[in-house]
């Protein structure tokens, strides 16, 4: 077996950092996004992920204390950005709860079919069940919950029972994650007219009425504009 | 190592054989789905696959040529019986679109959300990208082709331009199978109300008025109980 600083494993490096300006820490979570969601989870050791990183295995652990930890981390950046806009949208009861539905929905969607890595793949791994990801599931669920919040208080959704108030929350919820599904079957897809078309049909599983949808559109991506 | 008559991974077996009624071939299926959705493809050799369906590994190779067909296998039947009842409901011309289009999103999804094992969560494995996963991909895409066929029929559909109507039929598609990633967050969730209320999602996402749809619901049950 040859050293860590003699062997790198896929793009070859000049140097022992790589030069594309991240900070080591942001490094190995780049390294490991693209060896999870390329190569597999199990299949990646934390050496190939330093190696890729351009760091020694013991300087990975400085940052991470393992696979697992790093594998977290990841998990969490794809729902705590969504949970964060989710709360302030909650909060704006200003304005139409339609259009702060569409707001999030659309947030929450190009969130997830943004970025180089389609990270919501590594949701279905059958590690992510165990208790090591508690904080992960904990945020999915707050940000689900405001779904349902914005849901409940639409004109449709105050006429909802609430067994039907769950079940519609989460196909609304599922809707905007099977761009997850989308991106994998199409990676060429373009992620912004995703959005919008995702953000659409999630008023329309709401139940608002196709008259109403241009308008609130229109306030959804004013309410976005607002919070950037 | 013990020898795989003296040890047993799992469930332990009396016998040689299990005693479920199942045919070897289809053991080895039953005891595959279970492995892979709970401990991961990756982590699961063809050894414990074939220990765990009461076999020797030589006699898994009878069946299959590696753990690569079986996942083929697997794979395929989560979409080729979709695709059966999907090609059915376009050839129905006498029925309304709108009903066989609600009648195929809750046959798919009942598919998905019904059965032991969360199969759909392998969809997202890296290694099903590879070509030895063709017909997977082919069977899945020529099922994706009849929800186009049947939106592009429906009236709103009809009035939807050659893109947005590939876009609309995706996230009809994505809409289907999100109840992978919902059964995977609650998995005591319960199949037939689950489907239900994703085809009436789907019509409102293909843009049907909400006063139709209890009809349209009406007839797209009875399409299916005429197929049964």
Redesign the interface.
Known sequence: MSTPTSRRVGRPRAQERPADGLEPRDEVLAAAAELF???????TSTRTIAERAGLRQASLYHYFDGKEAILAELLEGTVRPSREVARALVSRTEAAPEARLWALCHSDAALLCGGPHNLG???????VQTGRFAAFHRI?SELKSCYAELLAATE?GAALGADDLV??A??L???T??????R???PAREPS??AV??AD?AL??A?V??RSLTRLRREGQGLLAAQA
């Not at 969601?37 to 299949?43: C, I, L, P, S, V």
């Not at 994650?177 to 989308?182: A, K, N, Q």
């Open positions: 969601t390329t190569r597999g989870y199990t299949a793949a590594l949701y279905l791994l059958p590690e999915r449709p079940l519609r989460d196909l919820f599922g809707l994650e099977s761009v997850i599904l989308i994998r079957a199409d007219t995703l078309a995702t049909a329309r599983v139940g009425p196709q």
